[in-house]
């Protein structure tokens, strides 16, 4: 029988405390044991992105990240940055069509909204370096920049 140890996060706003396996992946602890399937797997290597959730306010890719890691951090998926869909970010790419199939969308939000955090009015330069980790097979990624100096804009940073 496999040892589980505790895990205690907090999960958009809510304490949770689970036993997980020491080799649980954080993308599927938020996925498989909480339900928050808005975090897509992509590619398992951190290649893609899709995974991208911020721990502590720092975006990471959660494909590669043990849960055991986030242990005492507190966790923002895209469910907790915008539940209802209205963040301005979930809005400016439905705007400026940053999406079309919608699979990296949600990485690519955590991904724009870190960036945001430490830099509210960046130039396209600085957009398309924080997303340089995001792949997007559908868009072309302009749409997705326009979307997020948009959202910059629109918050009055």
Do not use: W
Not at 9 to 31: H, I, K, Q, T, Y
């Amino acid at each position: 029988m496999e040892k589980l140890y505790p895990l205690s996060l907090a999960v958009n706003g809510r304490e949770v405390s689970e036993m997980v396996s020491a080799r649980l992946l954080l993308v599927d602890f938020l996925r498989d044991v909480l339900g928050l399937t808005g975090t897509h797997v992509g590619c398992d290597t951190t290649q893609c992105g899709a995974c991208t959730v911020h721990c502590d306010g720092q975006a990471v890719k959660s494909c590669t990240m043990l849960a055991l890691q986030a242990q005492g951090q507190a966790v923002t998926t895209i469910e907790g940055l915008g539940p209802r869909g209205d963040h301005p970010l979930q809005q400016a790419f439905r705007e400026e069509h940053g999406l079309q199939c919608g699979y990296c969308t949600p990485g690519m939000i955590m991904a724009a909204a870190a960036l945001l955090d430490t830099n509210p009015s960046p130039d396209e330069a600085a957009v398309r370096h924080a997303l340089e980790g995001n792949l997007c097979r559908c868009t072309g990624y302009q749409p997705i920049i326009a979307a997020v100096i948009s959202a910059s804009r629109k918050t009055g940073q």
